[in-house]
């Protein structure tokens, strides 16, 4: 799908939509709802037993739902901030695809409360079976739309739709996750999902968000601004530095090398949050036992993981400009990325389980420290990646080293974390 589409939008209005755009996108959900949905890990939901012939959300259902509209209400907020800042923007079709962004953020935290009730349930199918559909949808949007405007393009070959057509995409993708998560959520869920829009105050506590889960979910904000300028610092720096043939390559070699991330790396890391979230909680009767098993799982996670990143990096550097031709990309910067991105990848693999026990298992000062240790990767890692672009001109693989070198650094924490 990523050639056809680079044939189609051209590698350039490619590159503006996978860093241009996604960073937009990424920056409005993860700074919505990142801190709150860390901090309701921590949260359980009510047991299945308890919620027989009921006709509204148990106690702690409701404190879940009350939490999850938070980011809600908070993504309308930036979501008008950020339409501000880029009204005044001169091209029609790049406004019009902001635009469309922005809205479809907007709908996308209307998953919220079904997303975390689904997580505090252990409803892994649930979360994989929308998205799963909700991708395809996306995918058959942007590409019937990019052959429409193939088709009706003019004489330098402009296609119209290059812009707009990932913008549909993405409103799409955010509609059907939205209905997706109501049907299924809906079988599962012992009332009516309606319920799970509505906030109400606890008579118990008299609050409608715990004040303890509050406070964490602050905690958690600050930390995932740190983490989202390294997850996204490639994009925010190339916005400033790069061509747009620049982020165009480096978004299409990401995209294929971080294949094994996605079907494998990612299902694990949330499995492996949510398992260390539940064994932090436990009564100290079953610490003991259960840090054994906590600590059995990181060993086979770590032996997993150096195994499978050996495979991809003696394979993935040797044949990655075979790789690439196939994919009608014989330009040498395209090989020489991938290249590096198949080192990359063992890094990434590690960082992540690592990283769910440390946010899983981490008290408020604990969390403090890891902020500082963040922010001296953020430093790290911006002087290095502005070095790279600017002066040396490595261009989109020397994005790829930057980032290997902030992950190195971010495993060391951790690995110093999980040994204490």
């Not at 997706?180 to 506590?205: F, K, N």
């Not at 539940?278 to 009767?285: G, I, K, L, V």
């Amino acid at each position: 799908m990523n050639v056809v589409i680079v044939k189609l939008a051209g590698i350039a209005s490619y590159g503006v939509a996978s860093v241009d755009f996604e960073l937009l996108l990424s920056t409005l959900l993860f700074i919505s709802r990142e801190g709150m949905r860390n901090a309701l890990l921590r949260v359980e939901s009510d047991p299945p037993a308890h919620r027989n012939s009921r006709q509204k959300p148990g106690v702690k259902d409701q404190l879940l739902i009350n939490a999850s509209l938070v980011p809600i209400g908070l993504g309308m907020v930036m979501a008008n901030l950020v339409f501000l800042v880029f009204k005044s923007t001169s091209d029609s079709d790049w406004k019009t695809a902001i635009v469309i962004y922005i809205i479809a953020g907007w709908v996308e935290l209307c998953v919220e409360p079904l997303y975390v009730l689904s997580r505090a349930q252990v409803l892994f199918q649930v979360q994989a079976k929308c998205e799963g559909i909700a991708v395809t949808a996306r995918c058959i949007t942007v590409t019937t739309l990019l052959i429409t405007g193939r088709h009706i393009a003019d004489a330098d070959d402009n296609n119209p739709y290059s812009l707009l057509a990932f913008a549909a995409g993405q409103m799409v993708y955010a509609l059907t996750i939205l209905a997706t998560y109501a049907w299924y959520m809906s079988h599962e869920l012992e009332y009516p999902v309606w319920h799970c829009y509505v906030p109400r105050q606890i008579a118990s506590s008299g609050h409608f968000v715990m004040p303890e889960t509050r406070k964490l979910a602050v905690t958690f904000v600050g930390q995932s601004l740190l983490k989202h300028c390294l997850t996204q610092g490639d994009n925010m720096l190339m916005v400033k530095y790069a061509s747009n043939a620049i982020k165009g390559t480096f978004a299409m070699v990401s995209n294929y090398g971080s294949i094994p991330a996605r079907i494998i790396f990612l299902p694990l890391e949330e499995a492996s949050r949510a398992m260390f979230s539940r064994q932090s909680t436990a009564t100290s009767a079953q610490q003991t036992e259960n840090a054994r098993l906590v600590r059995r799982v990181i060993e086979i996670l770590a032996k997993f993981q150096l195994l499978l990143g050996s495979i991809l990096v003696v394979f993935g550097t040797l044949y990655s400009s075979t790789f690439m031709a196939l994919l009608g990309q014989d330009d040498p910067t395209a090989s020489n990325t991938m290249s590096m991105y198949c080192l990359y990848l063992p890094l990434m693999g590690l960082n992540g389980f690592l990283e769910a026990f440390v946010h899983s298992v981490a008290d408020r000062n604990q969390l403090l420290h890891v902020n500082i240790w963040m922010i001296i990767c953020t430093i790290t890692y911006v002087v290095i990646s502005v070095q790279i672009l600017s002066v040396l001109q490595l261009g989109s693989a020397g994005i790829v080293a930057a980032n290997m070198v902030n992950m190195a650094m971010r495993i060391v924490y951790c690995t110093r974390f999980v040994k204490t």
